[in-house]
T-cell receptor
Framework: NAGVTQTPKFQVLKTGQSMTLQCAQD?????MYWYRQDPGMGLRLIYYSASEGTTDKGEVPNGYNVSRLNKREFSLRLESAAPSQTSVYFCASSEGSSGLYEQYFGPGTRLTVT | GENVEQHPSTLSVQEGDSAVIKCTYSDSASNYFPWYKQELGKRPQLIID?????GEKKDQRIAVTLNKTAKHFSLHITETQPEDSAVYFCALPQRDDSWGKLQFGAGTQVVVTP
């Protein structure tokens, strides 16, 4: 089992460019999450999907969109990147449809917006 | 949403000594209390969790204690070793949205010095 995978590992964008971060899990988990991690800020939830076909906003959703393509895949899109979106992005998944279960994280995507 | 306060933000300990990190919360209905460890450049991983029906849980050198009356839970690491150097995060499920998401603390940087 690969667990949770993310692509790309690194990305540099210019302000105003768009991109999609890809995430997939092979553990048949119901819930999937996107977090961003900035120095000294911990992990902040951008969007989550409690089950296939549903998505909900987290703490910092502005400037992002998501798609739960199927049970395995959950993508995060930046339509018009801004320097404030420079961060490390983590995807995670969990077995249950709530935050009461262990979350398994992907390796992260380091994004720089210039 | 639920506020999670984590202290201290940094902790330096001598190898072999103990380390304690504390998180406080406000929602008395909280019932799941996980701790995640993130080594430098790696993904966060669950190291221990506790549910509200027990007061303490141990796994080798790590333990979590829960004080529901005072609304705090703590991570204890005994006989610290260099591989314990990492950032540790507490987390708390959020009651809004049916406990669908986790709120992470800001993190504690633990440095174990030989």
């Amino acid at each position: 089992n690969a667990g949770v995978t993310q692509t790309p590992k690194f990305q540099v964008l210019k302000t105003g460019q768009s991109m999609t971060l890809q995430c997939a899990q092979d553990m048949n988990h119901n819930s999937m999450y996107w977090y961003r991690q900035d120095p000294g800020m911990g992990l902040r939830l951008i969007y989550y999907s409690a089950s296939e076909g549903t998505t909900d906003k987290g703490e910092v959703p502005n400037g992002y969109n998501v798609s739960r393509l199927n049970k395995r895949e959950f993508s995060l899109r930046l339509e018009s990147a801004a320097p404030s979106q420079t961060s490390v992005y983590f995807c995670a998944s969990s077995e249950g449809s709530s935050g009461l279960y262990e979350q398994y994280f992907g390796p992260g995507t380091r994004l720089t917006v210039t | 949403g639920e506020n999670v306060e984590q202290h201290p933000s940094t902790l330096s300990v001598q190898e072999g000594d103990s380390a304690v990190i504390k998180c406080t919360y406000s929602d008395s209905a909280s019932n799941y209390f996980p701790w995640y460890k993130q080594e430098l450049g790696k993904r966060p991983q669950l190291i221990i969790d506790i549910r509200s029906n027990v007061g303490e849980k141990k796994d080798q050198r790590i333990a979590v204690t829960l004080n529901k009356t005072a609304k705090h839970f703590s991570l204890h690491i005994t006989e610290t070793q260099p591989e314990d150097s990492a950032v540790y995060f507490c987390a708390l499920p959020q009651r809004d949205d049916s406990w669908g998401k986790l709120q992470f603390g800001a993190g504690t940087q633990v440095v174990v010095t030989p």
